[in-house]
Structure formats: C-alpha cells, structure tokens
C-alpha cells in the first residue's frame, strides 16, 4: 500500500471549521482524556458535538468511554459497508456527543493509503454536527500531520515534562515544515525539506530561513508560502500541571516557538493534574465523568471549551 506522502495533498483542506485536531508529539500526555473532557463540557454546553478517534494504528477512545466492542466503527466506512461517516457514529453516556469509532480489521490502517485517506477526510467534511473533535494518535507521522494540518483547528496537547515539551516542539516544528511543503509542491522548491535531497546543504530552520530561501528558489510561491505560515494557527493545552512553574510552560513553549521558530502559536489553556480525572481514566465509569464537581482539571477543561465556542461564535459572525 502507498503511504500518502508530499504532492498527494489535494484531498486535505475544506473541513469545517468546526474541526478541531487534538494531537501531540508523545503518548500518553492525556490527548483522549483532554478530547473526551472537552467533548463533555462542549456536549453540556448544547453543542452537538462528535468525538472521532483518529489514532488510525491504535484505536482505544471507544473504550475509555466504556465500550468493549464499539457496534459499528471506521472499518465500516473504509471497506465501504456503510456509505457514510454518520451511519457508525454511536451515541455515549454523555449527552450530545457521539462517538466515530476507530477500527482494528484493517492492520495497514495506521499507514492509510491515498484513496483511504481521501475516504476519510470526506467523509469527516460531510459529518453533521456543530463540532468534530479529532483525537490523533501519538507521534508525528506524515498521516498524523496531515490529519492535523486538515482540521483548521489545531490543538497541541504536551505534559510540563522536559521530554513532552521536547516532543511537542518537535510536533509543531514538523507540522510546521509539512505545511510549507503543500504550498511548494508545484514549484522548483518541491522537496525543500527532504534531508535526502539537500546533502551537506542545512536544512531552513525558522520562518525567515524558509521565506529568504522560498524567495529566490521560488518566487512565485513566496504569497503562498507567507499565507500558508500566517494561516497555521497552533493551540497548546498543557495537561498534568502540578505546580505554579508548570503553569508557565505553555507561555513558555509560545515564546521559544516565537523565538526560534519565529511562529506564532496561542497557549489555550492549562489543566492541573488530578487524581479525580486519573481514577475516572482508570475505572472507565462512563457514567462518572463529571459527577464529581470537585475536580479541578475539568473545571480548567470547561474554561477552554467555554474559549473555543466563543472563539468559534466571533470567527462565524466574521464570515
Ligand atoms: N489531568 C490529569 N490528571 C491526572 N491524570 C491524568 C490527567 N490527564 C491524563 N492523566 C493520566 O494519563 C493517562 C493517559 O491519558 P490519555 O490516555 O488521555 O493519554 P493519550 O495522550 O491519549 O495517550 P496515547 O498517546 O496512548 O493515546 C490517563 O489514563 C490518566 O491516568
Ligand atoms: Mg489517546
């Protein structure tokens, strides 16, 4: 099966923009714990939300909220028993949400080929709802990126671990450069970021570095390239945060990427961690999530979900 690599990117772009990728560079920093969060509070506040899981390889949001076996899941629409991505989407425990089940008969799925790809990126633009919540699988695969770079919200979610904040820079400096490579793949500068192709010649390292280089290999792709980089609007939400230090690291992540990336990203919002969330993650009591009042990280969540509905409600009367 042919990975969908650089040059087959006509499928991506279009999504609604009420979807909103949630991902980050390293397992287990509460990317689905953060997604099913949200989806809660975005689902009490009378949103008609569907929470997708979009770890290809390894699908498992089904099962946080409860489910052993999901009835119906993305294997369904990929080997086109059902027509459409609304025909598997599966009610939850909490209200107005819907879960898109990933599936597990297809092994190559975590590499999808192009036409899969395309099935999927379809399919999610004809999804009816008011917002789709997309929760990615780890890492920063060309897939993943590609995911994320389609929903025209892009959420980061890291840990105030040295190791997290290292990866999720990295996320962001990937997402980044597979970004400039769309608008270039019609030009000269086609492959510009392949180590491959450039031997001893080093790699541009920030947005001045891409846009000096862009401007004399391809002029004529500079607009593009320069509206590409002001369009990549990247969100962080630090999870797991313990102390008053660790409630500055998404400032911090902001200012680095500032600094030596020279791209602006948006700290979203900080959830503290809290053995509440953590016992719920671990019983999996779909029921639960909520019940207990107290819990701090999901009252930090309800401030970001309140955010983001506000944010989208300002960009719908902009339009
Ligand atoms: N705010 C929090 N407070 C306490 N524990 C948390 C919090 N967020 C996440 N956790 C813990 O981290 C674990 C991993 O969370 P989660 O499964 O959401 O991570 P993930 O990024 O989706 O992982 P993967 O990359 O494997 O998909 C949870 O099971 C829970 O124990
Ligand atoms: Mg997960």
Redesign the pocket.
Known sequence: MEPVGVGQQSVIGGLSTQTCAIA?GK????????SVSLAYWLGRLKKDVVLMDG?LG?A?LHT?LGMRIPKRNLDDFILKRVDSLEDILLPTSMSNVRLLAGGSEIPALANPNFAQKSRILRGMKRISADMLLV?L??GASLNTLDLFLACPRKIV?MTPQPTSIQNAYGFIKSAFFRNVSRSLRQTPLKGLFDVSARADDPIPQSVEEVLQEVSVGAPEALEDVRASIEDLRIELIV??ARDAKEFRVGEMIREVCMKFLGLQVHALGT?????T??NW??TMDKGSLGKDSGSE?LRAVYEIAYDIIGSEDRQRRAA
Request: net charge negative; aromatic share 4%; charged share 25%.
């Open positions: 980050g397992g287990g920093v509460g990317k689905s714990l953060v770890d390894g498992n946080m929760d699988g780890a979610v999870n797991m959830v503290p961690y809290d053995r969330l953590e993650a671990k990280a």
